[in-house]
């Protein structure tokens, strides 16, 4: 059974604990909360003992079978965490876990987490045998309306009396960085510990930027045409040390795949998505992109970025993030095709 990370609370207060646990995903806030949650209910459940395992390089699948197979000194319930750096177990691994499916037991709990997992490993024999006997939560990062629905929730729960626009200033200031959104909460929580109600101005004269992007997270905004957005995230990235390099040839994928896009839409045939490895959550970026940019615009485009590119690796170039910030801006298109790449 699959289970949402804001769901976890309510299973765990309304449902025994299955034999098995999956927790995956590379959101650090969701995956503290679940876990602490699921560590309380096992104690309240008898599982007083907790033993922590990690599949790392040095790790031995026989030391997985002992914990399941040993009695603690203090109770007769084990509770296992076992950690996939990799979020995979190798054929071994694989193998031994496939028959603790198939045995489970009231008096072993199993915990196995790790980071972000794909449809490869989902799909994969193991994990489907442990789904069977399991509860699954995917930690994935929140975005628009449900990371403001977690800051609102996050906020009643702490008692820290949020508005809509006080969760709208939070939400902007931490995107992409729940534990920092929690820490502001609470930090408000101290500095206005009397009042009713937090707006605008007061969270906005407590909080700081800590929002945080990933590149791919820029390219979809330019993608959209949410310049203001793209520009902020633009200058997280840049603060946070990513190399230009890596940002500028984004944008080149990018614009060379709107430019076989077009190629399609021209022929009057049907983009072929998948063959351009073009997901469907991205897909309507791409439309809307190839709506307001031309043949011209896209070749003028792709003219451009391939100059800073070489530019960039072979010369000293000033400011390569204004010149990234000027670059994004034909996306719209926006006429500045003109000015020369020099003065960067």
């Keep these: 059974m699959q289970v949402r990370p804001n769901q976890f609370d309510s299973h765990l207060a309304n449902k025994a604990l299955p034999a098995i646990i999956l927790l995956f995903g590379d959101e650090p806030q969701q995956k503290l909360d679940v876990l602490d949650a699921i560590r309380a209910k096992a104690k309240q459940s008898g599982f007083e003992e907790r033993q922590s395992l990690t599949a790392d390089g040095d790790f031995s699948w026989h030391q997985l079978i002992d914990a399941t197979q040993t009695m603690s000194l203090f109770s007769d319930k084990q509770y296992i965490e076992l950690t996939l750096p990799t979020g995979k177990p190798g054929a071994q691994g694989a193998a031994i876990l496939t028959e603790i499916a198939q045995n489970t037991s009231d008096d072993v709990l199993l915990l196995i987490q790790g980071p972000k997992i794909g449809k490869d490993v989902q799909n994969a024999k193991w994990f489907k045998q442990l789904l069977n006997n399991a509860w699954f939560c995917h930690c994935y990062e929140l975005q628009g309306n449900q990371l403001g629905q977690w800051i609102k ?57 800590q929002s945080r992007y990933t590149v791919f997270q ?127």
């Design 218 to 344: 820029f390219t979809d905004e330019v993608l959209a045409a949410n310049m203001s957005k793209a520009m902020k995230m633009l200058y997280r990235l840049e603060s946070e040390g990513i190399e230009p390099n890596i940002v500028l040839w984004s944008l080149i994928k990018e614009a060379q795949l709107l430019e076989q896009c077009l190629t399609y839409h021209q022929r009057s045939e049907q983009i072929p998505y998948a063959k351009l490895r073009i997901w469907q959550n991205k897909q309507s970026l791409y439309n809307s992109a190839l709506m307001r940019l031309s043949g011209a615009h896209i070749a003028i485009l792709i003219e451009h970025l391939q100059k800073a590119d070489s530019m960039l690796k072979s010369e000293s170039v000033d400011k390569p993030f204004v010149l990234i910030s000027h670059l994004a801006l034909l996306f719209l298109p926006a006429p500045i095709e003109q000015y020369s790449l020099t003065t960067y």
């Design 153 to 209: 929730q996050r906020a009643q729960t702490l008692n820290v009396p949020l508005n809509s626009d006080g969760c709208a200033v939070i939400a902007d200031m931490s995107e992409g960085n729940l534990l920092a959104a929690n820490q502001e909460i609470l930090k408000l929580a101290l500095i206005y510990p009397n009042e009713t109600v937090l707006d605008q101005q007061k969270v906005s004269a407590a909080v700081i930027d």
